[in-house]
């Protein structure tokens, strides 16, 4: 992982946190991304607007995909420390604020994520899977209020050369790589209503 930073800014010592840090992030996306499509769809891939496509998520798609997702999510924040000390040269009080919105959005995450299982728990009281729906998605939307918020600064920051990432590395910030993601894992298997999909396996 290639450093784009003068000896000025960064010292010796630091070159090792950043690189740490960095790799630490790395594994924290990719395995909490691999427990969160676990968790969302089913062994025929299905997912849907509703949530009855979590009653067929397979046991241990729940098991693994929740507790990977919970023991690996916090992580991330080595992610976010390292993004921070590479947007160096950038003024500290952006970079915090990049940081502090960033750290806001996965702590909402993280709880988020982590109830999911509780709604598939829930399918077997349809009453009380409404009322905790409710809760759950309303985390998602102020998580993804806070990652945009982050991913706006970031962008800035790197755009505008404020920072040791090249500026083309801009078009790289979470929310859009989330966006890209969650398109990516939709588009093979369209979403269906339970019926289409039955018809389809």
Same mark, same amino acid.
């Given at each position: 992982?290639?450093?784009?930073?003068?000896?000025?800014?960064?010292?010796?010592?630091?070159? *090792?946190?950043?690189?740490?840090?960095?790799?630490?992030?790395?594994?924290?996306?990719?395995?909490?991304?691999?427990?969160?499509?676990?968790?969302?769809?089913?062994?025929? /891939?299905?997912? *849907?607007? %509703?949530?009855?496509?979590?009653?067929?998520?397979?046991?241990?798609?729940?098991?693994?995909?929740?507790?990977?997702?919970?023991?690996?999510?916090?992580?991330?924040?080595? *992610?976010?420390?390292?993004?921070?000390?590479?947007?160096?040269?950038?003024?500290?009080?952006?970079?915090?604020?990049?940081?502090?919105?960033?750290?806001?959005?996965?702590?909402? /995450?993280?709880?988020?994520? /982590?109830?999911?299982?509780?709604?598939?728990?829930?399918?077997? %009281?349809?009453?009380?899977?409404?009322?905790? %729906?409710?809760?759950?998605?309303?985390?998602?939307?102020?998580?993804?209020?806070?990652?945009?918020?982050?991913?706006?600064?970031?962008?800035?920051?790197?755009?505008? /050369?404020? %920072?040791?990432?090249?500026?083309?590395?801009?078009?790289?910030?979470?929310?859009?790589?989330?966006?890209?993601?969650?398109?990516?894992?939709?588009?093979?298997?369209?979403?269906?209503?339970?019926?289409?999909?039955?018809?389809?396996?």
């Amino acid at each position: 992982m290639q450093l784009l930073v003068s000896p000025e800014v960064i010292d010796v010592q630091e070159r *090792g946190t950043i690189k740490a840090t960095g790799w630490l992030g790395l594994a924290a996306a990719s395995l909490v991304g691999v427990a969160e499509f676990a968790l969302h769809y089913d062994a025929a /891939g299905r997912y *849907g607007q %509703s949530y009855e496509f979590l009653r067929d998520v397979p046991q241990w798609h729940m098991n693994f995909g929740h507790f990977v997702a919970v023991l690996c999510f916090p992580i991330y924040f080595a *992610g976010y420390w390292h993004l921070y000390l590479r947007l160096r040269p950038a003024a500290k009080s952006w970079r915090l604020a990049f940081l502090l919105t960033g750290v806001y959005s996965l702590s909402l /995450g993280q709880v988020w994520l /982590g109830s999911r299982v509780y709604l598939i728990l829930l399918l077997q %009281s349809p009453e009380l899977l409404e009322r905790a %729906s409710f809760y759950n998605e309303a985390l998602l939307s102020f998580m993804r209020l806070a990652m945009f918020l982050s991913s706006a600064v970031f962008a800035w920051l790197v755009a505008t /050369g404020r %920072s040791s990432f090249p500026p083309w590395l801009a078009t790289l910030n979470p929310i859009l790589l989330v966006e890209i993601t969650e398109e990516l894992l939709r588009h093979p298997r369209q979403r269906c209503h339970e019926s289409d999909c039955r018809d389809g396996l």
